[in-house]
């Protein structure tokens, strides 16, 4: 960090595969963050091979522009390029905006203003423009997250977000899990507010999106149902799985067995015993996984935390507030 | 600052009006007992002005530590971390409603004083609606006693008291609070139970209840197969591997001889067989893998018995 002067904004922006010109969409952002009156930097993050993305952007450093660049061996995802940024901001807050033009620049000091309310703003943006077709799909996607996780937000692809600092502190991604952070933040007990802000007229995707990004779309979501419902209680989920398998297996079998003793139904020409059996096999195996989740989480439950305290709060006898106790993790990060 | 001896905790969610009553009736049922005591209130994400009005308790009273969730997790997250910030070597939970008398306090101290680990109240003469919540109660009860094997009349009675090196190390999460003496048999604490007042609820509506029967059962299940499988997952998925490997050497033995002797028929049955032997192969590797789990983990039995062990030694006669 530099003591010299203070810093209230650090913008991350991971480079990825989309971008758009590097020095136009600088100038945008520092526009729109010069609006809001405060000290920033720009820490970008080259997840990948991209030469001329890192040329355009050693050129603006050259010039006097607080810009600090992140180079990454290969490329790790958003999120993981996210919290490699993150080391290296030291901002109170930390705005992830991308590399290519998503929003208007009037939407940034719109979502840094919300931080006074709330842990977590970001962006939807409105009005869109977007096919018939690209509107069903993300009324699909956001429909069905919204199922999984009770909560309703509308734009999870837009990455321009505002944070405070401790948001990053506390949640830990990787991958692609960037999108998801506003629902692991809610659920970390974080404040967050969607707000709606002007999209740029760049960011207009002409092509239809292909079967690849559907199905991407329900991996996510299911990514997001296993981390959010079920990482504290699998045999919730694995019990009720495997006992329905075990029991259609379990039925189907003795069905056939009456038939054969009772009936004279010769049971050795049915292949659909065979079935019955691999059904009475899955739902044990299922069950058993389930088991074995339980145990990890009983093994490590003293790791690992069903709450977040926001504080602890105690007064000495002259009615001082004693040192707050902060949480292991805060302390960790508040004394490193 | 000197640990004080008791810590009473008490989880709070939207309770305004009953607070500051709360407050004063332990004060006034631990003063004369002279012991040296604390107050954690959790506040389990109050919408209300329950944390303020707690600060403001916290602020003329430095026996009082406020913890504060940044948002509503349930009872059992708040009776943990009351557990966890607290310091006493003797903590009691109750609830924040006033339906528990802080008056039984002086019994349940003495009961650990006996020698107890724990000690759970029993409500006998429970304030409640018959139907909706004493027969219900009164069932889950029974079952979980049977399930269990700690039969205690009232599990739902959040009066109890623990000592505190033994519930400090007791995992507590998901919905356990129902279960915390079932949870904590795997240490083989010595359990009391007794009787303590029950009060109608005065003030404010009432806030946790038995929701929803059946995430009690599924709970009861995983609890029942922790407490007892915890330090051999071996043994539990070989027999759980067993019936497997018994049906599927059988029919596959029998489905084979049939084939060689009389029709080709049998392959459905060989199969069948060939497919269960998998399966208990498959469970018995889990098995291991579970043996592994169990010796990477914090939580292993030799630590249990650390925590409820009594060591008399030739030491300790001399002066």
């Not at chain 1, 970008?44 to 040329?55: H, L, S």
């Not at chain 1, 080391?87 to 000091?109: C, N, R, W, Y």
């Not at chain 1, 799985?241 to 009936?263: D, K, N, P, S, Y």
Request: net charge positive; with cysteine.
């Amino acid at each position: 960090m530099d003591p010299r002067e203070q810093i209230d904004v650090s913008v991350i922006i991971p480079v990825g595969e989309r971008q758009s010109d590097p020095a136009k969409l600088y100038a945008e952002y520092r526009a729109g963050l010069a609006a809001t009156g405060r000290t920033f930097e720009f820490v970008y993050i080259i997840d990948g091979a991209y030469p001329e993305y890192q040329a355009a952007l050693e050129k603006l450093a050259a010039s006097g522009e607080p810009i600090t660049i992140v180079l990454l061996t290969r490329s790790f995802g958003e999120a993981t390029a996210v919290s490699a940024g993150f080391d290296k901001a030291s901002g109170e807050v930390i705005v992830t905006l991308p590399a290519h033009a998503q929003i208007d620049k009037s939407g940034i000091p719109a979502l840094i203003q919300q931080l006074d309310s709330v842990d977590l703003a970001i962006a939807r943006r409105w009005p869109r423009v977007g096919g018939p077709f690209e509107r069903v799909r993300r009324a699909l996607f956001h429909g069905l997250l919204s199922r999984v996780t009770q909560l309703r937000f509308r734009d999870l692809g837009c990455s321009a977000r505002a944070m405070k600092r401790r948001v990053l502190e506390e949640i830990q991604l990787y991958g692609d899990q960037q999108r998801f952070l506003p629902v692991l933040a809610d659920r970390q007990g974080f404040r967050v507010r969607e707000i709606d802000v002007p999209q740029s007229p760049e960011d207009r995707y002409s092509g239809i999106y292909g079967p690849r990004s559907y199905t991407g779309g329900l991996l996510d979501i299911f990514t997001v149902f296993f981390l959010v419902r079920f990482t504290k209680k699998p045999l919730r989920f694995f019990g009720m799985v495997g006992v329905v398998t075990f029991g259609i297996g379990a039925i189907a079998q003795l069905v056939m067995i009456v038939q054969r003793m009772f009936f004279g139904q010769a049971l050795a020409d049915r292949p659909a015993f065979l079935v019955a059996s691999l059904f009475v096999v899955l739902g044990l195996q299922i069950f058993a996984l389930g088991l074995l989740g339980e145990l990890i989480i009983f093994v490590h439950a003293g790791a690992t935390k069903d709450y977040q305290v926001d504080r602890v709060i105690q007064f000495t006898s002259a009615g001082v507030p004693v040192t707050p106790k902060l949480e292991p993790k805060l302390d960790r990060t508040a004394s490193g | 600052m000197v640990e004080p001896k008791l810590s009473v905790i008490v989880p709070f969610y939207n309770e305004e009006d009953n607070i500051q009553r709360m407050y004063a009736a332990i004060v006034a049922a631990i003063e004369p007992l002279e012991v040296t005591f604390e107050m954690v209130f959790v506040d389990d994400g109050s919408k209300d002005n329950t944390v303020n009005l707690a600060i403001e308790i916290a602020r003329h009273d430095q026996r009082v530590k406020v913890v504060k969730f940044r948002r509503n997790y349930g009872q059992t997250p708040a009776m943990a971390a009351g557990i966890q910030h607290a310091s006493g070597s003797i903590l009691i939970t109750m609830d924040g409603d006033l339906q528990n008398d802080p008056a039984d306090i002086r019994n349940f101290l003495a009961k650990i004083d006996e020698g107890n680990d724990i000690v759970v109240g029993w409500r006998f003469n429970r304030q409640d609606k018959l139907v909706s919540r004493k027969i219900p109660s009164r069932m889950a009860n029974w079952l979980i006693g049977k399930v269990t094997g700690v039969p205690i009349k009232d599990n739902g009675c959040s009066l109890k008291a623990f000592r505190g090196s033994l519930i400090k190390n007791i995992p507590l999460y998901s919905e356990m609070h129902r279960f915390i003496p079932a949870m904590a048999s795997i240490a083989g604490p010595r359990i009391a139970e007794i009787k303590v007042q029950h009060h109608a609820r005065q003030f404010g509506q009432s806030k946790y209840g038995l929701s929803r029967v059946y995430k009690v059962l599924l709970d009861l299940m995983v609890i029942k197969t922790i407490a007892s499988f915890t330090p051999r997952p071996l043994l539990w998925f070989t027999m759980l591997a067993i019936p497997g490997m018994v049906i599927g050497t059988v029919l596959l033995g029998y489905g084979t001889w049939l084939m060689l002797t009389s029709s080709s028929h049998a392959l459905p049955l060989a199969s069948s067989g060939l497919i269960s032997l998998a399966s208990s192969i498959i469970l018995f590797c889990s098995g291991a893998v579970g043996e592994l789990v169990y010796k990477l983990g914090d939580m292993r039995e030799q630590q249990f018995a650390r925590l409820t062990r009594r060591v008399s030694s030739h030491r300790q006669l001399q002066p």
